[in-house]
């Protein structure tokens, strides 16, 4: 942009924001920081999969086990013989 343009953009900026400093490059971080919730790599004991897990969320000692791994366990039925035994 010219110069001109640049100092009537500057002005009609002011005029909506009065502490409006212009552009001040990339170099500045935004002044408030994003919002990152902190995770921590966990493996599954039944997949091998590695999830992300929330900090500070307890995690068993005998081993962690994933939502996918949850869901299917207890939507899989068990298989049982004739005379109703497990196999």
């Known amino acids: 942009m010219s110069r001109r343009k640049d100092k009537e953009r500057f002005q009609r900026m002011k005029r909506l924001d ?3 400093k212009g552009f001040r490059g990339h170099q500045e971080e935004p002044s ?3 919002r990152i919730q902190e995770v921590v ?3 599954c004991i039944m997949c091998g ?4 897990v929330a900090y500070g969320t307890s995690i068993p000692q005998e081993g ?3 939502l996918t791994c949850k869901d299917s366990t ?3 039925p068990t ?3 004739d005379n109703g035994q497990p196999l």
Not at 49 to 52: D, E, L, T, V
Request: hydrophobic letters at 25%; glycine letters at 4%.
């Open 18 to 20: 009065a502490g409006y």
């Open 32 to 34: 408030v920081p994003p």
């Open 41 to 43: 790599p966990v493996v």
């Open 49 to 52: 999969r590695k999830r992300n």
């Open 64 to 66: 962690y086990i994933c």
């Open 74 to 76: 207890i939507t899989k």
């Open 79 to 81: 298989e049982t013989t």
